[in-house]
Every structure is written in C-alpha cells, then in structure tokens.
C-alpha cells in the first residue's frame, strides 16, 4: 500500500513523493537541454517502469495471494495512491478492462473527451502492452504506451493494472511529412501520337504545333512548381516535389485534357502519356520507375498516366483508346529477329493463356507455320482443350500434320534443353499462361501479345512484339508471316485459325479494326481461309444457345444503362456462353457497358464489354483482371454469382466515382 503524501509514515519501497517526482522533471529537462539522442520508446519505458515501481510498489520478494478478481477494486486504488500533477507527460492508470480509473492533468489537456481516450486505450490493447504506437488525438501526434504492473493493496491482495504514458511528438511528425512532401519526383512524359497529327498539318503549320505544346507542358510545370524539359520531339522529362504530386492525383492530371483540346487548325486529338517514379532512395532509380511506369502506360494504350512507387501502381486517364501506329517497320524487325532465335534453337514450344480461346490457338499454329519452313520441330502446350477451341481442335486431329502437335507441360519438359525456345502468345502475364513450369524452365523466351499491358508481366523475354493496338494476336503473327515472305507456306487449316482468331477478338470484325485488320484478313484469305469454315468454328450446340438466351432475358440495368447477368453454368461451354451474351447484350439500345458471370467449379469467370465511353479494362483491374478499354475479363474465386454481381457493382461505383472526381 502507499501513504498518504501528506502523512508522516516511513516512507515504504514503492512509494511515490515530491522529491521522485522533481528528479523525474529534472532528468527528462536535461535530456531535452543537452539535446541527448534517446529514442522516444526508450524514454516512454524509462517513464512507465519508474513509476510502476513507485507508484504502483515493486512487488518482487513479496510473497503474492490469489485474489478471486484479476484486478483491484477502483475505490481501493483510489485511496492507496495518487498521481502527481507535475509530471512533465500524460499519464493515467487504467484497470485490466481498460477502464481509465485516474490520470494527470497533461492527459486531460489532450483528451478533452473521454470517449477519445477509450478509443486510444482500445487501439493500444488490440496492438500489446509494452509496444509504443503512433496516435493522433485532435491533430497532434503521440507515442503511446500501455505497461501492465502488479500491485498489492493494504490487505495483502494482489491485482494488476495497466499504466499509459504519452509523448508528443507533433513537431517530428510534422518535420517528417515536410521531408517527405519535398521529395522530388521524376515524370517522362511521350507524346503518343505527335508524328501521326503532324502528318495532317501543312509543313508551315507543323512549327506551330511544337510550340503550342511546349507552352502548354511548360506552363503546367510552372503551376504545379515543377520543371520540364524537353529531351526529343516528343518526349520530356519532368521534375516536380512529392507533394506537389499531391495536387495533381486531385486533379486527376488535367493536363492529358488539355493536350487532348489543343486546337492548331483541323487535326486529330493528340494524347499524352507519362511515367512517374517515386522514392528508391535517389534520382537514378527514381528514373528508372518513371522509364518502367512509361513502358507501361504505353503497353496500355497510352492517353494515361502511371505512377509507381516500389511495387505499387497508380492509373489515372485512360479515356481514350488505343493509340495505332504504323508498324510495318515494327513488323519486319521483329520478323527477323524471331527468324533467327528460331533457326538458332534446337527446338520450339510455343503456348497460349490457359482456358485457351481461337486467337491463342490460331497464333500458336501460325508460328508452327514458321517452324516448319525452317525444319523445325514445334509443338503446343495445352494441357486441357477449352470449349472455345473444341471444334479447332478436332479439325487438327483430322490433319496429319497436328495429329501429334499437341503436348502436355510434363511432356514438354522432357523435351526442353538449354536451347528450346519457349514462346508465349496472346498473353504477357506470367499467372495466366498455360504452363508456369515451362516458362520457368526456358532459358530463352519470346513474347507476342496484344492485351493492355499489367504490372505482373513477363520481363525476361529476349523478343518482345507488345502493341496494344492491335486487333489480336492473330494479326500480330500474320503480319510476320507476311513479312517473312514466300518461305512461310500456310496450310488452310492454319489460315482459318489465324482468321477465327481476328474474328472472335473483333466480334466479326467491329471493334478494334484498323487497315492493317483488312489487311492481314485479305491475305489469310488469299492463302487458303474460308469465311464459311471459320464460321462454323464458332457454332454452339442448342443447349448453349438456351443458356445464352436465359442470360440475356435475365439481364438487370445498374445505373440505367449497364447490363448485369449470370449465365447458367449447366452447359459444358459457359464460359464461351456468357462472353457471346456480353456481346449480344451491347447490341440493345442505351447499354454502355455489359457484365455477365458464370460459375465454373471455384471460380466465377466474368465477361465485361463496352464501345468506349466506359473503360471495362479499368473496372475489371479493380477484381484482379484486365484486358481492353471494350473488351476485359476476370477470374473471382470462392464466391457465388451473387457475390460476384455485387462485386461488380461496386468496381463500377468506384470507377464511376473516380470519373466524376
């Protein structure tokens, strides 16, 4: 027990008075004066221990009894001590359930409200006793401590209570934002079409146009109190503070609608994209996550701005479509470079995404095409033949040529070598390719794809033809056929399957087409293809057709114009079923924008299109998946329809929120 400070007792062990308490203020002033660089957790459990073991009595070498309650009864602490108003930080003493059962009167000027405190007291006890934690009471900051001490009342009874002591570390924190805030950041910034819009100006106007951007980006870095440079012709690199950067997130980077707005006499709208980087400790690296955010953004289509900070990606714009390019020279160097790693290899896998689709397949026997016109064996992992290739499929076990083309990811890697080469089509994500133990497997891999361009892609590939742009894989293979030149012979079965593969990517050749789509198709037509075969390949049997009509009379309206449906999966080709009813569901009038879903064993695949006034890729990034600005998909696992609907709403909600922001 502890006297009364007022009496004339001896003074027993544990026992708190005027002189303990000055030596504590004189201690803590000292190391504030001599500027003695103690941690603030070492002090908090200097302060706690010191005054557990004076206030509270150091119970060690006392024999303690078992008391029925595992704490003291708040009027008995009450008149066995006090605590002294003088103490230089907030403290209080608390019973085991975490009610306050007194404090000083620093700790009543930061909580002004108990409810605030129990708030605090709460957070402490979820994260342990004897940890110190950053809290923030009425905009100043604090480290907290709770400590757990024993005590022994007059009658010999022992409990335990919690002591919590605070420090205001208001200024530290306040310094530390500030450095963190003047951080400077760097942005490269490409201009995604400049070539192509000056293109359609008269040679005397084309100046005019340089200059008007330059105004326009150097005016922006001056509002935002950042600098811009201009590297080439179309690319600059930007320096602006951390917490400038603040800003622009709020203003989603309006800068993109400036450009798009710019008016030099009758052109086309010029898009922007940027890269930024943040952190990594200095302006080299910072450089590098700007160069890697850019590559990005520009494997997305471009029109977006990307910031990337360690791991993490932030998107912003993304309004427009993909921006197309002339890529024949593009074309014919990646033909040749793929020429050569092919006749240097010993031997070829190529593979698609799994839950294979008439573009993956198609490319994939377009490059055993190429294969063959240099005497090389090459074979497609597939491990099991989705519902969208089934009648593809069966057309290549009629043809002798494929009868054996297929292989499985056991056999494929008793096949490798150190110089098999491994190509991966119509995917660049290292999760949705048909066979992870291949790739990692592969010491040389080349990458075809043409899907907007996500943070977890294949980065070890020695060849990479990446255009976002394009109608589909299909197309991508076919223009280095073409290139490739009268070496390459296709059988007609392999130019079906490249058409099949433009045609299911375009939906009959409606969206993402461009004169290099016409064009790849007229010569897979004058090599061998036929419209009626290839349209056949995308026949279903009349229980699909009835699932798909279900879906589509079931369809509900979210927002007045989004279609949301779930597609029975008691037929063997839902998956197929509910992408065909997302494209039928946009063909009525006022929908923007479809969703429908259907449960496949644990997962429930969802189908998301649109014609470009919503960004069904963005929506579908939110549930982990991706795609195209019309055109996205993504995988939900253990959930039910229902569950999935909601979660689909939601992403919607929250892209809708950010549009409007």
Known sequence: MMDDLSGNKKKKKGEFNIVSAASVVILV???????????????IGALAGY????????????????????????????????????????????????????????FAKVFSEMEKADAVVEHLKKNGTGKTHLVEVDGRFYEAMLNQCDVVAENGAVGMVLNMTMLDVTKEQELAKKLDNSETVVGMLFLDNFEEVVDTLPEDRQPLLSAVV??????????????????????????????????????????????????????????????????????EEAMQSAKAALDLALGRGGDQVLI???????????????????????????????????????????????????????????ICAIARAMDKKCRIVMSDVGVGVKHLYAN?????????????????????????????????????????AVLEAAKKIVLFDHHRKSPDAIDNAVLTYH??????????????????????????????????????DTKNFAVKTGAITFETAGFLRRNGADSIRVRLLFQNDIESYKAKATAVKDAELFRGCIAISVCPSNVDDSMLVAAQTA???????????????????????????????????????????????????????DCTTEEAKDMIRKAIEEYLEEETV
Not at 257 to 269: C, D, F, K
Not at 397 to 420: F, Q, R
Not at 597 to 605: F, N, Q, R
């Open 308 to 366: 990337k900070e360690g791991e993490k990606y932030l998107f912003y714009g993304a309004k427009a479509g993909e921006v197309g390019r002339n890529s024949r020279i593009r074309a014919r160097v990646k033909a040749d470079a793929l020429w050569e790693l092919m006749g240097a290899s010993s031997s070829i896998l190529v593979m698609g995404h799994r839950n294979a689709d008439l573009d993956s397949l198609g490319s994939c026997m377009g």
């Open 214 to 283: 330059d105004r326009k980006l150097t005016q922006f870095a001056t509002d935002t109190n950042g600098v811009m440079r201009k590297l080439e012709k179309d690319r600059y690199i930007y320096l602006v503070s951390k917490g400038d950067l603040e800003v622009l997130k709020e203003k989603k980077f309006d800068i993109m609608q400036t450009i798009r707005e710019m008016s030099v006499g009758e052109h086309m709208p010029m898009t922007m994209s940027m890269g930024i980087g943040i952190g990594g400790g200095s302006l």
């Open 583 to 637: 494209d039928d569901l946009m063909n009525v009038v006022g929908i923007k924008a479809s969703f429908v879903c259907t449960k496949v064993g644990d997962l429930v695949y969802v189908s998301a299109r649109s014609f470009g006034d919503i960004n069904v890729q963005r929506i579908m990034e939110k549930l982990g998946g991706g795609g195209h600005f019309t055109v996205s998909g993504a995988q939900l696992r």
């Open 29 to 43: 002033c000292i190391c504030f004066i001599l500027d003695v660089k103690v941690g603030v957790g070492a002090i």
């Open 51 to 106: 005054f557990c073991w004076t206030m509270l009595g150091d119970t060690s070498g006392q024999e303690k009894e078992e008391s029925t309650a595992a704490f003291l009864d708040t009027e008995v602490l009450q008149q066995n001590f006090s605590i002294p108003q003088n103490m230089p930080v907030p403290y209080a003493v608390l019973d085991m359930r975490g009610h306050i059962l007194m404090y000083n009167e620093p």
């Open 396 to 436: 290549m076990a009629e043809n002798g040529h494929y009868e054996t083309a297929i292989v499985k990811e056991a056999e494929a890697l008793k096949m490798m070598d150190d110089k098999t080469l491994v190509i991966v089509v119509d995917t660049h994500r290292s999760g949705l390719i048909e066979s992870r």
């Open 467 to 504: 255009e976002a742009y394009a109608s589909s894989t299909s197309e991508l293979i076919t223009e280095m056929i073409q290139h490739i030149g009268k070496k390459v012979k296709l059988k007609p079965i392999e130019a079906d399957a490249l058409l099949a593969g433009i045609t299911v």
